[in-house]
Every structure is written in structure tokens, then in C-alpha cells.
């Protein structure tokens, strides 16, 4: 068999639909779009854009900003550039790591901190679900799962873990009446998921599971941890 490509998306932005959906139909190439489903029809921004909108993107913040937290709180301090990125990279850090609930509780306290409020926005909001259902409407679209809230799945427990996978699944199934037969780890790195990613994605009845590091697929790749090229 000749060389091919798979073009995947993950997340479910909405310029997936508005903007990729004409092009591929146009060009007539195939596409799988792994979608987190708690974010559909939020209108809101994914948290590291939020993160990236408020500490790099806002003038005049306080010069020091403290975590409350019990477990990862801590100080960062943000009067200069390269102070701010810093914060920046060690709070995403914190919030790979984090369950949605934390985060959520997080971004409350950062944005009171810079004066702020959580925004809709059109430039990285997820879809609607009308969105969703012209994207799977496509003959050149494959829909797949990419868990509820975009959390690293080997920070959880795997009950949450197992919450994540087979609701994500449910929840757009029951959006679009269909199978969805394919799943992506957010993140993706073979630290982001454990073993028991692996196997609860196969009870759940996924077919085929991706991951985020670089690689070829063959007929003997593990098809519960295919590689993908960024």
C-alpha cells in the first residue's frame, strides 16, 4: 500500500467548522476532529488562552500575584516581561496538572487579581453545537472524542479518568446520533495518560485512540497509542 497522511484537529474551536470544514471540502481531503465536549457552546475561551489574554496581553496588573491553594499555592511576581512569562509558563504548568474543578477556582482568583472577567470570544471560542453538527455533517469529517474537560488524564483518578473517556463519548453521541469511534489524550505526550488510559479507552469502545508524539503508523502500531506529528 502507497504512503498516506491522517490530517486530525483537536478541541473543537470553532474556526475548525467555519474555517477548515470549506477548505477540506474544497481540496476533497479527509479529517478526524477530536472534540473536548464540555467546552461546546460555551463561548468561552479555552483556559490557556485565558491565561495567556490576562498575565501577557493586560496592562497595569498588580506586581505580584499569590495562589490560594492548599496543595500548589505560590507567589509569582509581574512587574516586567520576562516576570510575566515566567508566571505564565508555571501557571500553565500548574494547570496541566490541575482537575477542572481547581482550575476554575484558579481562574476566579487570577481574574479578581487582574480586575478582570471571564469574556466570549470569537476568536478562540469553541463550537456551538450547531457548529458541531455542520462539521460531522461532512462525508470528509470523522468526529472523535477528546474527553469532558480537557484535563491530562494521568493526573486522575482512574474513575475520573474513566468519567472523562466514556462521558465525552456519550455526551457527543447523543449531540450528533452516531458512533463516535476514535479518541485523542489531550496533551497527548506519553506523560499526559497511563496504562489505564489505554484500557478504559478500550472498554469504552473506542476503535482507535491518538497520541501526540512523532512517529509513522503501521499495521503493528499499538492502535491505542498512534503517534501524530504536530
Known amino acids: 500500500s502507497r ?9 473543537g474551536y470553532a474556526d475548525n467548522a467555519l474555517e477548515a470544514l470549506p477548505i477540506l471540502e474544497d481540496v476533497g481531503v479527509p479529517a478526524t ?11 468561552s475561551e479555552y483556559w ?32 516586567t516581561p520576562a516576570e510575566r512569562q515566567e508566571f505564565y509558563q508555571g501557571i500553565v504548568r500548574l494547570m496541566n496538572d490541575a482537575n477542572a474543578v481547581q482550575r476554575n477556582n484558579w481562574l476566579v482568583q487570577l481574574r479578581h487579581w487582574a480586575q478582570t472577567e ?3 470570544s470569537d476568536i478562540h471560542r469553541a463550537m456551538t453545537q ?9 462525508s470528509r469529517v470523522t468526529i472523535g472524542a477528546h474527553t469532558v474537560t480537557h484535563t491530562r488524564l494521568s493526573s486522575l ?3 475520573a479518568q474513566r468519567e472523562e473517556i466514556t462521558a465525552s463519548k456519550s455526551q ?3 449531540w450528533l446520533g452516531r458512533e463516535i469511534p476514535v479518541f485523542s489524550y489531550p496533551f497527548g505526550r506519553r506523560s499526559d495518560y497511563t496504562k489505564q488510559s489505554n484500557a478504559l479507552c478500550r472498554q469504552a469502545g473506542f476503535l482507535k485512540a491518538a497520541s501526540n508524539f512523532p512517529g509513522q503508523a503501521h499495521r503493528w502500531t499499538d492502535q491505542y497509542q498512534i503517534p501524530r506529528h504536530l
Open 3 to 11: 504512503p498516506a497522511v491522517a490530517i486530525t484537529f483537536d478541541d
Open 33 to 43: 476532529f477530536f472534540v473536548s465536549s464540555g467546552a461546546i457552546g460555551t463561548r
Open 48 to 79: 490557556w488562552h485565558e491565561l495567556e489574554r490576562i498575565i501577557l496581553g493586560t496592562q497595569g496588573l498588580p506586581p505580584r500575584f499569590t495562589l490560594e491553594d492548599d496543595r500548589s499555592g505560590r507567589n509569582w511576581t509581574a512587574s
Open 118 to 120: 471571564e469574556t466570549a
Open 130 to 138: 450547531d457548529e458541531l453538527r455542520l462539521l460531522a455533517e461532512s
Open 157 to 159: 483518578s482512574t474513575e
Open 172 to 174: 457527543l453521541e447523543a
